[in-house]
């Protein structure tokens, strides 16, 4: 856990605040505000999600909401709009149904989303909580969201939302097991599993990231998240088609919303930790070159950090745009057949390099 930086210890000197009262209040006011953030980033991404899409296939995006009135902030507060839409809505809860749990789904599925982000290093010296088993953590909570998705399916007493559940557990545990093992890549890289560390570890340079050594897992574990977070091409868990609207088919107002919000949150995770294990965080690419500049524009920042993750989210958009929603069954092959054997494969790979001390290892358990 962060210690209480200098520039605030003054105000707590003044008021007389005891050492333990003072790491408990910069806690919760830190965790607050990054929760804050990240519900507002979550928001504004689902208007650039429309206004990306509606790009790519040349039609208009959303423009009616103004702010003000204004000409130039049209659909800047559409998530707003829709925010306030979804909190007048009812929730309507079936009669059949197991109401507890049915009310408790959409929670289970929001509250590990949001969880997930103490252990994420933002900027150099800076995580909520400074977590040594940090992947271990992330790897318990981003497996506790299908329960979520399976009590929903359940509770509804539906047969069309408890089909669209099993679709969820069987593409959630395939594609979990192809995602662990590419972070069992990254640990045997890294050498650790504290996410600071494995960022403190690619220093140098884009050539010392972890995306060349483990380009296969790289693309494996960014892939798996798409199908983790249910985003097309893998959302035949909610294929309108075929079950109505998956396991959400019952839910409305606020209740619907929370699956939505763990979706989108999820989306800025997956493209976070894709940026932390296998592009260095916020460490700079130009780092190593040399050139004059500013510490946090050459060594790094939360600039890099974010930027990265953009780019991660335009490729989410960019294939929602692109590829037709792929069968059942060909999403079970890929995950079965093709990433988990191709992860396992690496791995074995991985270690004989490691053994040997040859290429990208001789450096990263370094000989």
Known sequence: MNAVPQFIQPLFDLLGVADWLRFVIWTVVTALVMFITII??????????????????????????????LPYFRGLVQPFADVLKLMFKEIIIPSSSNKFLFLLAPLLAAIPALATWAVMPFWPGFTVANVDAGLLYILAL????????????????????FLGAMRAAAQVVAYEIAMGFALVGV?????????????????????HWLWLPLLPLFIIYFISGVAETNRAPFDVVEGES?????????????????????????????SALTSVFFLGGWLSPLEGFNLPGPDWLMKGSIIWLLAKVGFF????????????????????????????????VWIVVEAGMALAKVGPWARLMGA
């Open 187 to 207: 640990v045997m890289a890294s050498g650790s599993l504290n996410l600071g560390e494995i960022i403190q570890i690619q220093q140098g340079g884009v050539t």
């Open 142 to 161: 981003t497996s506790t969201g299908v329960y979520g998705v399976i009590l929903a399916g359940w509770a509804a007493n539906s047969k069309y939302a």
């Open 313 to 344: 989210l335009f490729i989410y958009l960019w294939i929602r745009a692109t590829f037709p929603r792929y069968r059942y069954d060909q999403i079970m092959r890929l995950g079965w057949k093709v990433f988990i054997p191709l992860t396992i």
């Open 40 to 69: 507002l980033c979550m928001a504004f991404l689902t208007l650039v999600e429309r206004r990306v899409i509606g790009s790519m296939q040349a039609r208009i995006g959303p423009n009616r909401i103004q702010l003000f009135g």
């Open 242 to 270: 075929e079950i109505v609207a998956g396991f959400h088919v019952d839910y409305s107002g606020m209740a619907f919303a929370l699956f939505f919000v763990a979706e989108y949150i999820n989306m800025i995770l997956i």
